[in-house]
């Protein structure tokens, strides 16, 4: 068209070309007709489908599929925009492909949620046009589908996996050397050479006539509870996920593992109330179970109430537990309130309490300061990191174990020390 008003403007000053111009513009619209009959002649000419999973995994890069089928008798190139839920704030989606005639062709993409809940999708809009590409035809399909994200199962299944496949070490995975071994009487075998002399069994020696020794197992079944802070000191964001949904997380993979080791699994959540509390079990489907009560924690901006959990605790778990708590103190006063009821759990569970390094500050604590005000934000950061020190020694004082992560560490850290409690054999 900006050639045709060249032409136009030319035939102003030489009258022939005005003639040329009129014929060229009429091909022009015979070509727009042309294009736009082939394009609309026939109905429902494209199949496109959205394949989407059953459930999205949380903070992972979840994978996502469109399928288009072309029954054009030729080749077209199709521009794909899909309107992707409002809580990736993700506008500007758009896929060019060209698929043959009469055959199929697929693209995939990934995304990756940051919160927990129901993600709505809503058009796969698809503009097509044929060689000519003077007309675009929008087919519309899969209106509002829904997907729900969950807690970290993709985390989850490859922890599994690497600990079936003894590859643990691969992600951070410690080896603990056990010391001496666990009194779980599991069967009487021959002795062979390297066996423990001190677990030989003399009555069966006596009664075969060969060194016979007993042979223990790690034990089994031991109640085992992750009990997460829901209150607003794990809202903090860190690299689009709050503390909350790490803890979630982390407590999801643990759990696994945990139940893979034969041991009980339980969960309890709180914050000025109690919010959930699921006793322990090693039954095959209470994974499940504690997937469904993960998904539901939501973040209360109200501050945590350790007298109610110490209360809970003593009166729902009355064997000796391990209780792992995934909270945060960003101050030592902070902890010196709730350390009276810290140390109460600690005195008939192995309590093990988790929190935060603010990686926020590393920026802080590592440039170096040329101005006063840099200095005084550097010296408030190192202050900080020292207290966050000082809180470990603290709580390890009284016996209290403690993990101090980066948040992105934490599912490793965690099972590193549940694989050192078993190992150590201090439940």
Do not use: C
Request: avoid cysteine.
């Amino acid at each position: 068209m900006a050639i045709l008003g060249v032409l136009y403007l030319l035939s102003f000053w030489y009258n022939p070309l005005f003639g040329i111009t009129n014929l060229l513009l009429l091909a022009l619209v015979l070509l727009f007709f042309i294009d736009a009959l082939v394009l609309f002649r026939a109905s429902k000419r494209i199949i496109a489908e959205r394949a989407l999973p059953e459930k999205f995994s949380n903070s992972d890069a979840n994978e996502l599929t469109v399928h288009i089928h072309n029954k054009y008798p030729f080749q077209i190139n199709a521009d794909i925009i899909d309107e992707i839920p409002v809580q990736f704030q993700k506008r500007d989606f758009s896929k060019e492909i060209t698929i043959p005639a009469r055959q199929s062709a697929s693209f995939s993409y990934f995304l990756r949620p940051t919160e927990r809940g129901e993600y709505v999708f809503g058009h796969l809009n698809i503009y097509l046009n044929t060689k000519i590409s003077l007309v675009k035809r929008r087919y519309r399909f899969e209106k509002d589908q829904m997907v729900k994200v969950y807690p970290s199962f993709i985390q989850m299944k490859k922890y599994a996996f690497l600990a079936l496949d003894n590859k643990l070490t691969l992600q951070g995975m410690k080896k603990i050397r056990r010391i001496g071994h666990t009194m779980e009487f599991e069967q009487i075998k021959d002795y062979v050479p390297g066996d423990d002399a001190r677990t030989i069994n003399w009555k069966a020696t006596a009664k075969r006539g060969n060194l016979m020794v007993n042979q223990y197992q790690d034990e089994k079944s031991q109640p085992v509870y992750a009990i997460i802070d829901a209150s607003r000191v794990m809202k903090m964001p860190f690299k689009g996920l709050t503390l909350l949904d790490y803890a979630i997380n982390s407590t999801l993979a643990f759990s696994n593992i945990a139940l893979k080791k034969k041991d009980k699994v339980g969960m309890l959540t709180f914050a000025n109330t109690i919010q959930n509390h699921l006793p322990a079990s090693s039954k095959k489907t209470h994974l499940q179970t504690i997937l469904e009560v993960l998904y539901n924690i939501n973040t209360k901006f109200l501050d945590s109430d350790y007298g109610t959990l110490y209360n809970q605790v003593k009166r729902k778990i009355s064997q000796r537990s391990l209780l792992l708590l995934y909270t945060n103190f960003e101050h030592i006063s902070g902890l010196e309130r709730q350390l009276p009821y810290l140390k109460a759990l600690s005195r008939k569970h192995v309590l093990v309490v988790i929190f935060f390094e603010n990686t926020e500050l590393d920026t802080l604590i590592n440039q170096k300061a040329t101005t006063i005000p840099e200095v005084y934000h550097k010296t408030i950061a190192q202050k900080s990191e020292y207290d966050k020190k000082v809180m470990v020694t603290t709580l390890e004082k009284y016996g209290i174990q403690t993990i101090l992560t980066k948040p992105e560490n934490l599912t490793v850290n965690t099972i590193n020390k549940y694989l050192e409690i078993k190992a150590r054999g201090i439940l």
